[in-house]
């Protein structure tokens, strides 16, 4: 069966998950996702003292490493529509030493609830190709960013290199199905390619990032052009 994505669909398949999510994460890419992840809060810029916001934060992997970034006198909040991925995420940071100062926020990528201007950066690790409209998240992520501050997006990307697509596909097809359906989440990680196929590539991210209102915006691709980290930054003025 083919599952056509809405947002409330989207909502309760990562509520879903939640149990599982961080689990398959470490088997289906062999712990290398946590790498990606700190790629990506070193692209973001996040310094110690910083004020910073992880959005579609999920059970708050890449929040808790932009935690450390900030440490100390630093403040992350995490933010996410599912309240499921948002109960992993308090019960991680409870367990934390030494403790992180991360607020759990239940929210819409798609209307921020919070003031303009007020990150010194934003990180986002496998959100945006979820989203219902890509254009109106990245304005988002532009509106609360303070001037002359980035945003670091990671997420899974379409290859370049048909030898690369192929494995990536064969990768999903016969590893990452196989071995969600096991757990009786077969619909859930089926998603993941097609919701790929829609993913614009790397130069239309950046295209997207500049119409949003990004003064710069690189796309740099990670292991193999299988995934990717757009990195775009606000005007000064
Ligand atoms: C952390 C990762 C993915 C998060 C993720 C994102 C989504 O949009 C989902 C949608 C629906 C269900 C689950 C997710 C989800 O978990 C990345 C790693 C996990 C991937 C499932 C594995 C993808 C692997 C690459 C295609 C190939 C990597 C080869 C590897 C280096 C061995
Ligand atoms: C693949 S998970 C990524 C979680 C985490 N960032 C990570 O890297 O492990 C995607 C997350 O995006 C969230 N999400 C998707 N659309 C959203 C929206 N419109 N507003 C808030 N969260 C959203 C989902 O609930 C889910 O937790």
């Known amino acids: 069966m083919t599952f056509s994505p809405s947002a409330d669909r989207i909502q309760s398949l990562f509520n879903r998950i939640a149990p599982m999510y961080d689990r398959f994460n470490d ?24 004020t910073c916001l992880d959005v579609c934060c999920g059970s708050g992997d890449l929040a ?51 003031d303009d201007c007020a990150f010194d950066a934003v990180t986002m690790g496998y959100g945006l190709r979820n989203l219902m409209d890509i254009s109106q998240g990245l304005q988002e992520l532009h509106r609360v960013l303070k ?65 949003a209102g990004f003064g710069r915006a690189t796309h740099y691709p990670i292991a193999g052009g299988m995934m990717g980290v757009l990195v775009a930054t606000k005007d000064r003025s």
């Not at 790629?39 to 310094?47: D, L």
């Open 147 to 211: 001037p002359g501050k980035s945003v670091a997006i990671l997420d899974m990307h379409r290859p370049p290199s048909a030898v690369m697509r192929s494995f990536q596909q064969w990768y999903l097809d016969t590893i990452v199905v196989p071995t969600a359906e096991e757990f009786g989440l077969t619909e859930e990680y089926a998603y993941i390619g097609p919701s790929l196929d829609r993913f614009p590539v790397s130069s239309e991210q950046v295209h997207l990032a500049r119409v």
């Open 27 to 50: 088997r289906l890419s062999a712990g290398a996702h946590r790498v990606w992840k700190q790629m990506t809060v070193k692209w973001s810029g996040a310094e110690p003292g910083d």
């Open 64 to 114: 808790l490493r932009l935690a450390e970034a900030v440490t100390p006198n630093g403040r992350v909040v995490g933010v996410d529509f599912s309240s499921a991925q948002l109960a992993v995420a308090r019960q991680r940071s409870g367990c934390c030493y030494p403790p992180r100062t991360i607020d759990w926020v239940e929210g819409d990528a798609l209307n921020l609830p919070f």
